[in-house]
Nanobody
Framework: QVQLVESGGGLVQAGDSLRLSCTAS????????LAWFRQAPGKDREFVTA????????YYADFVKGRFTISRSNPKNSVYLQMNSLKPEDTAAYYC?????????????????WGQGTQVTVSS
C-alpha cells in the first residue's frame, strides 16, 4: 500500500552538504509519521530524525542536532533531510520510514514501511 523511494545520496568531502529526498506513494500521506534511519556496514540501523504527520513535532539524535534538519511537504508526498557539516562518521546508507501510528518515533520497529536506502559517503 505504501512505497518509499529515497534519492540524493552521493560521495562528498567532510564539511559538505547533501539534501536527501524521500517520495512516497501513500494514499493518505498526511496521516503518516516519517523518519530517517541510517546503517553503516556491520552496524545496527540507528535513528537519525523523525517528524510528526502534521510536521509540528520533530525529533533528532544527539549526533545530528545543529547539523541536520528534517522537513516534509505533504502536497508533494515527500520528506527531506538536509545534512550540513557532514563528517566521515556520517557515512552510511540512509533510509526513510513511515507509519501512521509508530510505536515509538525513535525505534525502527515502530515503522511498517521502508525505502530501499540511498548511500552517503563522506571522505576526509
Amino acid at each position: 500500500q505504501v512505497q518509499l523511494v529515497e534519492s540524493g545520496g552521493g560521495l562528498v568531502q567532510a564539511g559538505d552538504s547533501l539534501r536527501l529526498s524521500c517520495t512516497a506513494s501513500a494514499p493518505r500521506f498526511n496521516t503518516y509519521a516519517l523518519a530517517w534511519f541510517r546503517q553503516a556496514p556491520g552496524k545496527d540501523r540507528e535513528f537519525v530524525t523523525a517528524i510528526s504527520a502534521d510536521g509540528s513535532a520533530t525529533y533528532y539524535a544527539d549526533f545530528v542536532k545543529g547539523r541536520f534538519t528534517i522537513s516534509r511537504s505533504n502536497p508533494k508526498n515527500s520528506v527531506y533531510l538536509q545534512m550540513n557539516s557532514l563528517k566521515p562518521e556520517d557515512t552510511a546508507a540512509y533510509y526513510c520510514a513511515a507509519d501512521q501510528r509508530p510505536r515509538n518515533y525513535y525505534y525502527s520497529s515502530g515503522y511498517d514501511y521502508w525505502g530501499q536506502g540511498t548511500q552517503v559517503t563522506v571522505s576526509s
